[in-house]
């Protein structure tokens, strides 16, 4: 046992996570853990699993809806988006520790970014298995020598940033601080990987839409907290927009029938997943080894990735 852990603590993993033997040998030198290997069917239920326990390690749903029915506990998670539920209000007076795992869908967003940018410039997928005569002329737009300004220069923008030299497209990025309207004014295509904040919140407005180059495509994937998806879809419309793509990030994952989804899927030049681009094996991976780290850091008394600090 490692020398850290004075009393074992009793840690809960509240749904299938995917862990290597390696990973769970990992977490059982931290303590006692009960492991769930079925999704809870109801957020009732999650909380029931959760109760009477130290250590929760769970993925979004249960949580999202209950985690302010829990005290005294430490929550530790594979994934980015606590901001979207976790009020650090609620989690003080119950003294909720969150810890999440930032950068670990860096991979796996970067690469979805990289196949909209593909998707929209070139059109390829007209020119899949077609039966006719795929028209050539114009010839599709291609990436070399192309303005990309990126929202955020974070894990996900600075990875996204590299490819995008690799392609020898000219990159820009946007960060705090900047002059937004200035940083997107050339820009053949802007991707919007911003993290929600103060100073994040309602920034991609009409007016930011409004200023774009005449036939720029949108590129998103947080939340509407940051975005006005009806000025988006106003821009596209009067053509100051050529093409959005977005992976709906307020949707539970997969979530075909979640409204801004259903709305954006309506339109002919908006391509739209329901929020799955940070999935792949590669974040699964990361996003445990993360989460188990936090959990040995706050067990160190040296706790890191804690939300709101």
Not at 121 to 132: A, E
Not at 152 to 161: E, L
Request: aromatic content about 8%; charged content about 20%; proline content about 5%.
């Amino acid at each position: 046992m490692a020398s850290y852990n004075v009393v074992m603590k009793k840690i809960v993993v509240a749904n299938p996570m995917g862990f290597s033997e390696e990973q769970k040998s990992r977490l059982e030198k931290l303590g006692e853990v009960t492991y769930f290997d079925n999704m809870s069917s109801s957020p009732d239920e999650w909380l029931k699993r959760c109760q009477g326990f130290d250590i929760v390690c769970s993925w979004m749903l249960g949580l999202r809806e209950k985690y302010g029915d829990l005290k005294d506990v430490f929550i530790s998670v594979p994934f980015v988006g606590v901001g979207t539920f976790a009020d650090p209000e609620i989690l003080k007076a119950n003294n909720i520790t969150i810890c999440n795992s930032p950068g670990c869908n860096r991979h796996a967003v970067s690469e979805w970014i990289i196949y909209m940018i593909l998707s929209t410039m070139r059109g390829l997928d007209k020119y899949l298995r077609t039966n006719t005569v795929a028209p050539l002329n114009p010839p599709p737009t291609g990436l070399a020598g192309k303005n990309i300004t990126i929202l955020g220069q974070g894990s996900i923008g600075k990875r996204v940033g590299v490819v995008c030299e690799a392609l020898e497209m000219k990159v820009s990025f946007f960060k705090r601080g900047d002059n937004l309207l200035e940083a997107v004014k050339g820009a053949d295509i802007i991707v919007d990987v911003l993290s929600t904040n103060p100073t994040s919140k309602g920034l991609l407005n009409r007016d930011f839409f409004q200023s774009v180059k005449t036939r720029a495509i949108f590129i998103s994937v947080t939340v509407d907290a940051i975005v006005d998806f009806d000025a988006m879809l106003e821009a596209l419309d009067q053509g100051k927009l050529s093409f959005v793509a977005h992976d709906v990030a307020n949707a539970k994952s997969g979530d075909g029938t979640d409204p801004l989804y259903q709305k954006l899927c309506k339109h002919p030049r908006v391509y739209v997943t329901p929020h799955i681009a940070g999935f792949s094996d590669v974040t699964t991976q990361i996003g445990n080894e993360m989460m188990i780290g936090n959990i040995e850091a706050w067990l160190k008394g040296k706790p890191i990735n804690v939300f709101g600090k």
